[in-house]
């Protein structure tokens, strides 16, 4: 038994650890595909209204180029769908596992936190994936438009390490229900909802009030949104969107270690003072 | 390694109180469990009982790493529990009152993560699964979701799960608790398998007397969060005998008497509102 007490969490078995937590909610995924439908339906729905804005705006302007308008709308509802697909997955962390009831099962069992929170970012991150080139997919049929320009390394490298920072901004916001079983959850959707307003998801960021753009300079939406575009609309190379992945990249550093030290924290003080479950 | 599966020493806890994050202060604290101490030794099965509310799953999370107590030690095989949280973790396994599982899921698939997260590999969970519910008469139903079993076939499910990982301290909180009286004996029985071939020692709290008299090695009385008494049951049952034959005197008896309860007592206060 010391051995097992000794050795545990190297190298594949902390893989494995994270991968039951990806497995688990694939198994989940699949009973409530009624819900994927749902939302892939909004989505869809949610992209080409948005987008058509830009038609409407071209409509009866003589020799008017909408199309990097279309292009910008599209991409803000298209990182909009994946960013809210990353943060409802991840950050249903705990609020989920409390409505079935099998939170205290989970939080029990000898797996680090980091290591569970890691398999349910991994899981979010490649289900938002899916879902947002399900929706651009589709999307496609109603627009006619012209990808030549797209820079697709810089695109893909820019997704990667800003899911970073989103999944740490899912964490944190994860972990309000930890510390206020009855709103936290309500309190986590409005960390969700103030993202869009200030993040520039539908326009630059220029636009707002002096005292928001406070709050989209802290965003690492703000920079993924950027990044996307540049990669997308402008053709920037890898070189060129170096300086937004620098941001993007430290954004991680500091969030990263910062949301496991917070959920941790959050975690014992549920533990402190009997909020993690109340029943039974 | 150390010998004792489980030490509790002047464990205290009460809720509320304390300042909440950022909020008002809650109202007066509630003293759930008072400087308990006792000592499980290896193999056995250890009984809890007390009324409703006198602090028993309190205990059971505790030791089971999900409350933090304010006072007081715990140590599963001399691990102090919070220096050495993930190996004591191992060690332990729970069975909670209400199944909880995944709903949706089917068995299998629940049993495969609550025992994935324990470090076991999927093969030898299949393996030993099929064989737990088989002994537990379920084996057909491991496919289905959860959802489609009734309250009590979940109950089995949740104690093949705690059973899965081989834990060799489990926490056995009301286990039984809406079995029918057949599968109520099926549990007892594998219970007291598990302990006998598998080395486990059993912490188990119930309501059914008859169970704490016949699974129980020794019990452990609460009232008010305070252990007012420990024993074999025949020692029990001996001391608040007071001079009646021991037949006469069963676990109920001991419990009534001893948690300051009479039968008598709630008939008055029937009568009287
Ligand atoms: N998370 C919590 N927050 C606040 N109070 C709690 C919490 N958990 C337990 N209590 C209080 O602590 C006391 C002991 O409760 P506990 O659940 O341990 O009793 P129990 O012996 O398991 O009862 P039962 O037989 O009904 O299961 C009760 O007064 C209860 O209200
Ligand atoms: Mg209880």
């Known amino acids: ?280 | 390694m150390h010998s004792i599966p489980l030490e509790v020493t002047n464990l205290s806890k009460s809720f509320g109180g304390a300042r909440q994050f950022l909020w008002r202060r809650e109202k007066e604290p509630v003293a759930a469990i008072r400087n308990v101490s006792f000592q499980i030794e290896r193999g056995e099965i250890y009984g809890v009982i007390g009324a409703n509310g006198s602090g028993k799953s309190t205990l059971v999370r505790m030791i089971s790493t999900l409350l933090t107590p304010d006072e007081g030690q715990i140590s599963v095989f001399g691990l102090d529990i919070r220096r050495h949280e993930l190996e004591a973790r191992r060690l332990i396994n729970r069975v909670s009152p209400d199944p909880s599982f995944f709903k949706n899921m089917s068995a299998l698939e629940n049993l495969l993560f609550f025992a994935r997260i324990y470090g076991m590999g999927p093969a030898e969970i299949k393996r030993k699964a099929a064989e737990i519910l088989g002994r537990l008469d379920l084996a057909d139903r491991i496919r289905e979701p959860m959802l489609n079993l009734s309250r009590g076939q979940q109950q089995k499910v949740a104690v093949a799960r705690a059973f899965l990982t081989s834990p060799v301290l489990m926490l056995l909180d009301e286990p039984t608790t809406g079995l029918d009286p057949a599968s109520k004996l099926q549990v007892q029985q594998f219970v007291r398998e598990v302990r006998e071939q598998h080395d486990a020692t059993i912490l188990l709290t119930t309501h059914d007397m008859d169970e704490a008299e016949r699974l129980c090695d020794r019990i452990a009385i609460l009232v008010g969060g305070n252990v007012i008494a420990e024993g074999t049951p025949l020692e029990l049952r001996t001391r608040v005998a007071n001079g009646r034959p021991l037949e006469q005197v069963s676990m109920e008896t001991v419990f009534l008497e001893l948690t300051g309860k009479s039968i008598e007592e709630d008939e008055e206060v029937m009568a009287h509102g």
């Open chain 1, 1 to 280: 038994m010391a051995s097992i007490a000794g050795g545990m969490f190297t190298g594949n078995s902390a893989w494995a650890l994270s991968m039951a937590f990806v497995e688990r909610q694939t198994n989940l995924w699949k009973r409530y595909w009624g819900w994927e439908l749902v939302w892939l339906v909004y989505g869809v729905v949610n992209t080409v209204a948005i987008t058509l804005i830009a038609e409407q705006v071209g409509a009866g302007v003589v020799d008017a180029d909408i199309s990097g308008l279309v292009l910008f709308l599209l991409i803000g509802t298209l990182v909009w769908a994946y960013l809210s697909a990353v943060l409802e997955d991840i950050s249903l962390v705990i609020e989920w596992e409390r409505w079935e009831g099998t939170i205290e099962h989970t939080l029990m069992a000898p797996v680090p936190r980091w290591l569970h929170l890691l398999g349910m970012s991994v899981f979010g991150i490649l289900h938002g994936l899916v879902r947002t080139a399900l929706i651009f997919a589709i999307a496609l049929l109603f627009f006619d438009i012209d990808f030549g320009n797209v820079n697709l390394l810089a695109l893909v490298a820019v997704v990667l390490v800003a899911s970073v920072s989103v999944a740490a901004v899912a964490i944190l916001a994860g972990l309000l229900p930890l510390l206020y079983p009855e709103r936290g959850s309500q309190m986590s959707m409005m960390v969700q909802a103030s993202l869009l307003l200030v993040s520039g998801v539908y326009y630059e960021v220029e636009v707002l009030p002096a005292w928001l753009q406070v709050f989209s300079f802290i965003s690492p939406a703000t920079y993924f949104l950027d990044g996307i575009r540049a990669a997308m609309i402008d053709g920037q190379g890898l070189a060129d969107v170096a300086g937004t992945l620098g941001i993007l990249a430290l954004f991680g550093v500091i969030m990263v270690p910062m949301s496991l030290w917070a959920f941790n924290w959050a975690e014992s003080y549920a533990k402190r003072t009997g909020k993690l479950k109340r029943t039974g």
